[in-house]
């Protein structure tokens, strides 16, 4: 069936520094793809999203490019705030309304 | 303009009892959705609704039931719980038919002892 893989984490970076937070799938076609962001205490908030293959989705600085070739959507941002602390989920569109998430992985973020 | 509301935000329960998680929205979105959220294993679905009257199940509906008598609420029923339901509970609903930007709420964090 489906699936999402994300790297393990946590991420833990200074203020500033380059983030990237790996996400594979495996899907049948070529479902979107989604980076949902929970914060301390919250729901989960879309973050950006993808429809389809080569298309980039960007957000608050954050960028993530759909890859059939390497079935990929890698989350990227050039310079990470202490207010990026969160954890971070990929996810597919699995079918009606449904969406199938990875694991999840926590970013911190130090001044 | 609340969004997703969930009550209460934290529960603890013996093992055999009962007990309804609430959700409503005031978006008027016709799609409604329970996940739970366990370490290590992402969200997963249990519930989902396209509409007053209209339920059908995820992939872990097993001790679960819904209903959605209107649009704006989806309350999540534990018929007799257990600690294997130990967990965080999110609802969540979309505007869109096949909507995937859905809008989640806070959470419940239950225990079961």
């Known amino acids: 069936g489906d699936s999402v893989t994300q790297m393990e984490g946590p991420v833990t970076l200074s203020e500033e520094a380059f983030l990237t937070i790996n996400c594979t799938y495996t899907?049948?076609?070529?479902?979107?793809l989604f980076w949902y962001v929970q914060y301390p205490g919250e729901g989960l908030q879309l973050l950006l999203k993808a429809t389809k293959a080569d298309d980039k989705g960007s957000n608050k600085g954050f960028e993530a490019t759909y890859r059939k070739e390497t079935t990929s959507f890698h989350l990227e941002k050039g310079s990470v705030q202490v207010s990026d602390s969160a954890v971070y989920f990929c996810a597919l569109a699995g079918g009606y309304n449904k969406l199938i998430f990875g694991a999840g992985t926590r970013l911190a973020v130090h001044p | 303009n609340a969004g997703v509301t969930q009550t209460p935000k934290f529960q603890v329960l013996k093992t055999g009892q009962s007990m309804t998680l609430q959700c409503a929205q005031d978006m008027n979105h016709e799609y409604m959705s329970w996940y739970r959220q366990d370490p290590g294993m992402g969200l997963r679905l249990i519930h989902y609704s396209v509409g007053a009257g209209i339920t059908d199940q995820g992939e872990v509906p097993n001790g679960y039931n819904v209903s959605r008598s209107t649009t704006e609420d989806f309350p999540l029923r534990l018929l007799s719980a257990a600690p294997s339901q130990t967990s965080v509970y999110f609802c969540a609903s979309s505007y869109e038919p096949g909507g995937y930007e859905q809008y989640f709420g806070p959470g419940t964090r239950l225990t079961v002892t």
């Open positions: 899907a049948t076609g070529y479902p979107s």
